[in-house]
Nanobody, 119 residues
Framework: QVQLVESGGGLVQAGGSLRLSCAAS????????MGWFRRAPGKARITIAT????????YYEDSVKGRFTISRDNAKNTVYLQMNSLRPEDTAIYYC????????????WGQGTQVTVSS
């Protein structure tokens, strides 16, 4: 399996921005579709955004459309989540995950990074 390490979380005021990164190692990065997920306190984990191996197919959850951007750099083995116009309800632990391209479900997970948005 591919190993994943997230970074870039932190505390930000509402309206601010953060950029999360997820570095992959151990396998050929372009063999994997990637996704960002989050788990808010007391809530189930949800899918925030996914990107296929080439970057040609992207999905966003409705609440983040127009505010968040997922991207990947296969040369750097990294997937990113640019988060703008952050809201207190975006507070959560954010996880990146990988799945062998064209398959489901996501099978490799990072340890998560905390994002806290203050009002």
């Amino acid at each position: 399996q591919v190993q994943l390490v997230e970074s870039g979380g932190g505390l930000v005021q509402a309206g601010g921005s953060l950029r999360l990164s997820c570095a992959a190692s151990g396998r050929t990065f372009s063999d994997y579709d990637m996704g960002w997920f989050r788990r808010a306190p007391g809530k189930a984990r949800i899918t925030i955004a996914t990107i296929n191996w080439s970057g040609s197919n992207i999905y966003y959850e409705d609440s983040v459309k127009g505010r968040f951007t997922i991207s990947r750099d296969n040369a750097k083995n990294t997937v990113y989540l640019q988060m703008n116009s952050l809201r207190p309800e975006d507070t959560a632990i954010y996880y990146c995950a990988a799945r062998t391209r064209g398959t489901a479900p996501f099978t490799s997970w990072g340890q998560g990074t905390q994002v806290t948005v203050s009002s």
